[in-house]
């Protein structure tokens, strides 16, 4: 028996409302669905599902560090600093191999998770 594919990914928030406005309205990611009467709210990140929900205790309070796959990382960085978010720099080169380079560019969401935006680009 192996794994499947990458199925969903909870990050622990501490202000569900907050969360969901940055996550949605700011990065454009689709929200699935909140569930009625409980701190959670599901987002379609192509196949797997990102889970915002504060934890029910520490023991499942999560760190995370996402990277999300942009066509074009420059307008990207552009449009989420016009939006308000604060970036560690500018896209930059992180990798160089066969080809190709791998552009990123990392900012914080409102609960101080990294999110990176990343590309590959032709060398």
Do not use: K, N
Not at 12 to 20: E, P, Y
Not at 57 to 68: V, W
Not at 71 to 95: K, N, Q, T, Y
Request: glycine fraction near 8%; charged fraction near 20%.
């Amino acid at each position: 028996m192996t794994l499947g594919p990458l199925g969903q990914i909870h990050v622990s928030v501490t202000d569900l409302d907050r969360s969901i406005a940055f996550y949605r309205d700011v990065l454009g990611i689709p929200l699935m669905f909140q569930v009625p009467d409980q701190p959670m709210a599901f987002f379609r990140s192509g196949q797997v599902r990102l889970y915002l929900g504060v934890p029910e205790s520490p023991e499942f309070a999560t760190r995370t560090l996402l990277y999300f796959w942009v066509e074009d990382i420059d307008a990207e960085h552009a449009r989420l600093v016009a939006a308000g978010v604060e970036f560690g720099g500018e896209p930059h080169v992180v990798h160089r191999a066969a080809g190709t380079e791998l552009w990123m560019s990392v900012c914080r969401d409102p609960d101080g998770h990294h999110v990176a935006l990343m590309q590959e680009r032709s060398a």
